[in-house]
């Protein structure tokens, strides 16, 4: 397993801007820190269970059918590019739309959040499965790649409070470099190399 690759990929698809984070950097610009946080442990339960949900789908799949690995390997690195370009021609974070800023709105985005729900159903497949057949090695990738996006989501409260003028200012740099690393890590999951 190419852990670097495993770990650039869950930061950049958990940390550059989606629904979610959008919606983390526009609450605590109207709702304060505080409030958002709410949102975040939401989030963050949300995301570990369609995490959890997805190894064991996987699992199964694996078992039934399989050749589904190297389907989702392959799957999976087109959805990187497709991420990487949609982050690199991505605009401001500005114009966010404004939810209430609790735990059930946190936990609802998560679940109806197409960028989550890829990553979630790609991300034990591509990185987890062809190396580690364990449901307990699943469980600590899941629980890793949890802690991951809450400290995203934690991440852009804390940018949202700070550097929001700061990031809206280099906003196409910073999409150009997450976009170049999601391209790199969906060329070393798709077994090219």
Do not use: D
């Not at 550059?16 to 339960?45: D, R």
């Not at 890829?118 to 190396?131: A, D, H, R």
Request: proline share 4%; net charge positive.
């Amino acid at each position: 397993m190419n852990i670097a690759s495993f770990i650039i990929y869950c930061i950049v698809v958990t940390f550059t801007p989606g629904p979610t984070n959008i919606v983390i950097l526009s609450s605590v610009q109207h709702h304060g820190a505080k409030k958002t946080m709410e949102y975040v442990w939401g989030a963050t339960i949300a995301f570990g269970l369609l995490l959890a949900a997805s190894a064991l789908l996987n699992h199964v799949l694996a078992g039934i059918i399989p050749n589904i690995l190297v389907i989702m390997q392959i799957v999976g690195s087109l959805y990187m590019l497709y991420l990487a370009y949609q982050i690199y021609r991505m605009g401001r974070a500005e114009a966010a739309p404004v939810q209430t800023a609790n735990f059930a709105s946190g936990l609802l985005m998560q679940l109806i959040n197409p960028k989550v729900l890829l990553f979630t159903l790609t991300v034990i497949p591509s990185y987890v499965l062809p190396y580690y057949s364990s449901a307990s090695a699943s469980f600590l990738f899941v629980l890793m790649i949890t802690v991951i996006g809450f400290l995203a989501f934690v991440t852009w409260v804390v940018c949202g409070a700070v550097f929001k003028n700061l990031l809206q200012q280099h906003h196409r740099l910073f999409n150009t470099l997450m976009a170049l690393f999601l391209v790199y890590s969906a060329v070393m999951v798709s077994g090219i190399l």
